[in-house]
């Protein structure tokens, strides 16, 4: 084994140990206060309610720590197992060298990951969120959206990784900075689109019927000076009980979509707090700030990428003897999360400061008190943990913990 291979077969097993050790005290320290809910949420969730999410996040962990296993074995197979090598000898036999093997090669590997993960979604959907009463999901449904998401995937994903390879081979050595404008272009166009072309392929969506919320939505809307495209309500509720609600688009395109089954069970004043809530990210630059942070992150990445895909001991020391952009891109994608993993609590850190400013935002144009009426029933409803284990949650969490955001926004 080379000396990047060892490096590479270290930073792995540091990244799939740490996971599953986080894994498993998330779930023990979750058990550990599943016997008494928290005395600051003893008056609004039921003793069995809390049980019901500790029971719903152990299920959903033990399920992860599975496929972490199964991710890194995955992982050992296609580079020290001689997977890719082969999966490139297969690819060599149909097709002479080019951008089309390249994208067959990718497309290969790429159904490999979904064929793995697919027993994970099977499992995760008509088991756990089935037994803890969320999934309304049917097979029909789920295999149906399965098969849309690959023809989406397909109708966008390889015209771009045709660009990309495109750009690798005739770009000369500054390729990644037109890749890296490309991939800008790509996510622009993909975020004015999903709304209109894309998300209606999923769901049903229509305006908002309700007079008395409407009116609430709009003067609040125009308390802070922002406008959208309109007010809409998904049909969530066909596929699971779970509710939220979000902002998708940009410019002219932003919509508001509420799910109708957080609708059916918050309070008009409720519901305001939350979308004020949302309203505070964009009015506080948090969208923008992440896809800047996206952006320059992705810059670096792709710089690093090209200095890689020169490397001779890059590809030998991942067991692959055919070297080429296809697999340079590929390799990278494969082996990048075991190095990066224990960067992940600064994006979980900026996200949760993010979330106290949006909380905080909320509570001055709306509610502090309606948006912690809402929080509640949404955690009692959704069975989020109330105690999840503090290094998990600095690890995974994008949203802080119960206690420290109600704490908050009681004291505000």
């Known amino acids: 084994m080379t000396p990047f291979g060892l490096v590479f077969l270290a930073a792995l097993t540091l990244a799939t140990s740490l996971r599953l050790?986080?894994?498993?005290?998330?779930?023990?320290?979750?058990?550990?206060?599943?016997?008494?809910?928290?005395?600051?949420?003893?008056?609004?969730?039921?003793?069995?309610?809390?049980?019901?999410?500790?029971?719903?996040?152990?299920?959903?962990?033990?399920?992860?720590?599975?496929?972490?296993?199964?991710?890194?074995?995955?992982?050992?197979?296609?580079?020290?197992?001689?997977?890719?090598?082969?999966?490139h000898e297969l690819t060599a036999a149909w097709l002479s060298p080019g951008i089309g093997r390249g994208l067959a090669l990718i497309a290969l590997v790429t159904a490999l990951m979904t064929a793995a993960e697919l027993p994970f979604g099977l499992y995760r959907t008509f088991r756990i969120e089935e037994r803890f009463g969320f999934n309304r999901m049917t097979p029909r449904l789920f295999f149906l959206d399965l098969a849309k998401s690959v023809l989406i995937a397909a109708a966008f994903g390889i015209p771009l990784a045709a660009c990309v390879l495109w750009l690798m081979e005739?770009?000369?050595?500054?390729?990644?900075?037109?890749?890296w404008l490309v991939w800008i272009g790509f996510n622009l166009f993909m975020l004015a689109i999903y709304p209109t072309w894309i998300a209606p392929l999923f769901n049903r969506f229509s305006p908002m019927q309700d007079a008395e919320l409407k009116e609430r939505v709009e003067r609040l809307l125009a308390r802070c000076g922002f406008k959208v495209k309109g007010l809409m309500v998904m049909d969530g509720s066909r596929r699971s009980s779970h509710g939220n609600a979000y902002f998708t688009g940009f410019g002219k395109s932003k919509r508001i979509v509420f799910f109708d089954t957080l609708l059916s069970r918050l309070q008009p004043a409720e519901v305001e707090a939350v979308l004020a809530h949302e309203l505070g990210h964009f009015k506080l630059r948090h969208v923008a700030k992440r896809m800047a942070w996206i952006f320059l992150a992705s810059l670096g990445f792709l710089w690093l990428l090209g200095h890689l895909a020169q490397q001779d001991w890059f590809f030998n020391g991942l067991n692959v003897a055919a070297p080429s952009t296809a697999m340079a891109l590929i390799l990278f994608f494969i082996v990048m999360p075991s190095f990066t993993f224990l960067l992940q609590p600064l994006g979980a850190m900026y996200s949760r400061k993010h979330e106290f400013e949006a909380d905080q935002y909320a509570a001055r144009n709306a509610s502090a008190s309606d948006l912690v009426s809402a929080l509640v029933k949404l955690y009692r409803d959704n069975a989020s943990t109330l105690t999840p284990d503090p290094a998990h949650s600095a690890f995974y969490d994008s949203h802080p913990p119960a206690l420290a955001r109600i704490e908050r926004l009681k004291a505000s």
């Open 170 to 179: 005739r770009m000369g050595p500054y390729w990644w900075l037109y890749a």
């Open 21 to 87: 050790w986080l894994a498993r005290r998330h779930i023990l320290h979750v058990r550990a206060h599943r016997a008494a809910v928290p005395a600051e949420f003893s008056a609004e969730i039921s003793l069995d309610a809390h049980q019901r999410a500790a029971d719903y996040t152990c299920a959903k962990t033990r399920l992860a720590m599975a496929g972490v296993a199964v991710e890194a074995l995955i992982v050992l197979g296609l580079t020290f197992g001689g997977g890719l090598q082969a999966l």
